[in-house]
């Protein structure tokens, strides 16, 4: 059987992880569906590690009604209480309120580009960044589009979770040289 090398910062001890880095993280063609829930997770990861957050995917799946964004732009405020005491979930009374107003915005954003994706290749010199692997946490692209984002009003998104992200949805090609998917995505 052939070793499969990694990016170093998998956890190969967690499964749900493993699948994660090796179907999904840094892949281009995620759908709108798929972007708009990893972009909410993402929000979530403040202050917390991605492992955390992905461990509970599952249970915001259900929480958050499949991640439809029409139908988490109207929660009301009896729904955020059902979240609040959802043990299953992370309970962040902030970061559940910006979960929803970021929601509505996100809505408000595909009105003016039709798509998410769109949106962020706006700000892109190109459809993918490629980048020296580093540890770096931002750059000058998430710090402009976290700009733009706070400007619209989101919250929990600033420009090391947009970098995060940027990563995460493929935008920016950051897998390690020792990772097998960074040879495979490199388009």
Not at 28 to 55: H, K, R
Not at 61 to 87: C, M, Q, T, W
Request: glycine share 4%; with cysteine; aromatic share 14%.
């Amino acid at each position: 059987m052939t070793k499969i090398c990694r990016c170093h910062w998998v956890n190969l001890k967690n499964p749900v992880y493993i699948a994660y880095h090796d179907s999904e993280w840094g892949n281009p063609d995620l759908s709108e569906q798929e972007m708009y829930e990893l972009f909410i997770l993402e929000t979530f990861q403040a202050g917390l590690s991605w492992e955390c957050v992905l461990n509970k995917r599952g249970s915001f799946r259900v929480a958050y009604e499949g991640f439809d964004p029409k139908k988490v732009a109207s929660f009301d405020e009896d729904k955020i209480h059902s979240l609040l005491e959802n043990p299953l979930i992370i309970r962040n009374y902030r970061k559940i309120l910006a979960s929803i107003s970021n929601t509505r915005i996100y809505l408000e954003i595909l009105s003016e580009y039709t798509t998410f994706r769109a949106y962020f290749e706006s700000f892109l010199p190109e459809k993918t960044v490629y980048e020296p692997y580093t540890l770096q946490t931002t750059s000058p692209i998430s710090d402009t589009i976290a700009r733009d984002l706070k400007k619209r009003g989101m919250k929990f998104c600033g420009s090391t979770i947009v970098y995060s992200f940027l990563q995460a949805a493929g935008f920016i090609n950051a897998h390690g040289p020792e990772c097998d998917w960074r040879k495979k995505l490199s388009f």
